[in-house]
């Protein structure tokens, strides 16, 4: 029992001392805001791209979103790529119908984003000119943008930087305490730590979708457009990529995207338990130079867009949100049960068996609570659902952050995991989004009329 006291003593040290950084993050969105624009704004020529796969049902309201944007038109162009699209799915003609340039791939082989990513900067390369596009965003087909979205990351690109994120917000936090889960980890991961870093001028981090890149990294020496990332979590691979090289990735407080969040436990453990693995393959591909980073001499780089070169710290922000901590929370459970039932069993001490395996898991109960709690009070405006969920899923916020232990126990032993499709069905607009209750709607999928189904091939239409 001391023995047991005392590896929790440590673990909790260890978590303390790795981790207090971001609490303290805390502190610092609540006290301080982002600076004022310094750059000359310039309007920019941006691609959008898109990837889809058996999207029919929401693509047409990303793109009707993109499309009535408040920046000039004529210098936004949508590109969709339909992957691996099942047959007799309408996403390419559909986004075709909606305005977008639209490629087909199919591919059985690669599957997963980095490599629909990789397929359509090609097809862009082909088909445009090198200076075509100064930079490009990158949505999921169930995303849905606010008016004045581009506009917002315009000004912020005009700041210096080369790769930004954004706010991002939920289509359907009301649905049940697994999307509402989703919701609040994401609103806190804009608001408490890239809002934070973006203060503070460290490095934020992409997420998934709802960003921006700037040419230059992604042209090869023959000015081609290269996408190299392929790992299970293709977006943190491209953060860590980018920060061992010195990128400061920027985020932009005022663009807010929203996106659809898995109500099935089922798809959000195949979702939850590929970013648990590809977060170990990112550590594994990574960790050496994100650490040999924190303590790298650099030259001062020029063009840099924060006032303090905190470019180490970068380094050690990225380890430790890549690092398996996971990983350190589920051998702490599963010693903690051991001991339990050695206790329980071989000795009958009953009350500190029960004391030994519930004391852990309440202390994360609370501090996770409290995150949550905190972040749901400050973003209660932007939380679109009735009240009393708001205060339900924040109780339930805890219970949804311990799902992710047994997840975290089979990732590094599961072999094969793999991109599986989540299915998006929520066609909403903006503005009932922000209706009363946030509630599941009976709206039409698309917002246009659509022709009678065609043909698409390989080729841009």
């Known amino acids: 029992m001391h023995t047991m006291y005392i590896i929790n003593c440590c673990v909790g040290i260890t978590f303390l001392l790795c981790y207090a950084y971001q609490l303290f993050y805390i502190g610092v969105t609540l006290v301080k805001k982002q600076k004022p624009h310094t750059g000359e704004i310039k309007l920019h020529r941006f691609a959008v791209m898109i990837s889809a796969r058996n999207e029919e049902k929401v693509i047409g309201g990303l793109i009707e979103s993109i499309k009535t944007q408040d920046y000039p038109s004529d210098l936004i162009t949508v590109f969709v790529v339909a992957d691996n699209c ?34 359509l900067l090609s097809k862009i390369s082909d088909d445009y000119k090198r200076d075509a596009f100064d930079a490009f965003f990158v949505f999921d087909a169930d995303n849905i943008l606010s008016p004045d979205y581009i506009t917002e990351m315009n000004k912020t690109y005009c700041d210096g ?10 289509k359907n936090y009301g649905d049940n305490w697994i999307s509402a889960g989703y919701a609040l980890w994401f609103l806190r991961e804009a608001k408490y730590l890239n809002n934070s ?20 990294i992604f042209e090869n020496e023959e000015g081609r457009l290269e996408w190299k990332y392929f790992l299970l979590t293709e977006d943190i691979e491209f953060t860590a990529a980018n920060v061992v090289n010195g990128e400061i990735i920027g985020y932009c407080d005022n663009a807010v995207f929203y996106d659809e969040q898995p109500v099935s436990f089922k798809q959000s453990w195949n979702q939850r338990m590929r970013w648990a693995k590809g977060y170990l393959q990112v550590y594994a591909g990574y960790g050496r130079r994100m650490l040999c980073g924190i303590f790298k001499k650099r030259e001062k780089k020029e063009n840099y867009p924060a006032k303090r070169d905190m470019r180490a710290f970068s380094c050690f922000d990225m ?3 890549t690092m398996p901590a996971m990983i350190l929370s589920g051998f702490l459970a599963v010693a903690d049960i051991l001991a339990a039932f050695i206790l329980l069993i071989g000795f009958g001490q009953v009350k500190n068996a029960m004391l030994l395996f519930s004391m852990p898991i309440i202390n994360a109960s609370i501090l996770v609570y409290l995150i949550g709690l905190i972040t749901t009070v400050t973003e209660w405006k932007n939380i679109h659902t009735k009240n009393y969920k708001k205060i339900l899923y924040s109780f339930t916020f805890p219970f949804f952050m311990l799902t992710y232990i047994p997840i975290a126990l089979v990732s590094p032993f599961k072999k094969k995991v793999e991109w599986k499709h989540i299915d998006h069905s929520r066609s909403v607009t903006l503005d009932e989004i922000k209706s009363e209750g946030g509630e599941k709607l009976d709206v039409p999928s698309v917002r246009i009329k659509i022709a009678p189904k065609a043909e698409d091939n390989n080729k841009q239409f």
Not at 161 to 170: D, E, G, M, P, Q
Not at 201 to 215: E, K
């Open 86 to 119: 099942s047959e007799g799915d309408r996403t390419a003609e559909i986004a075709r119908k909606a305005g977008a340039v639209v490629y087909v791939r199919e591919d059985k082989e690669k599957i997963g984003k980095g490599f629909a990513l990789e397929f």
């Open 161 to 170: 930087y080369r790769v930004l994120t954004s706010y991002r917000n939920s």
């Open 197 to 216: 870093r973006m203060i503070l001028g460290t490095s934020c981090a992409i997420s998934g979708t709802g960003f921006m890149i700037d040419r230059s």
């Open 319 to 321: 380890t430790m949100t």
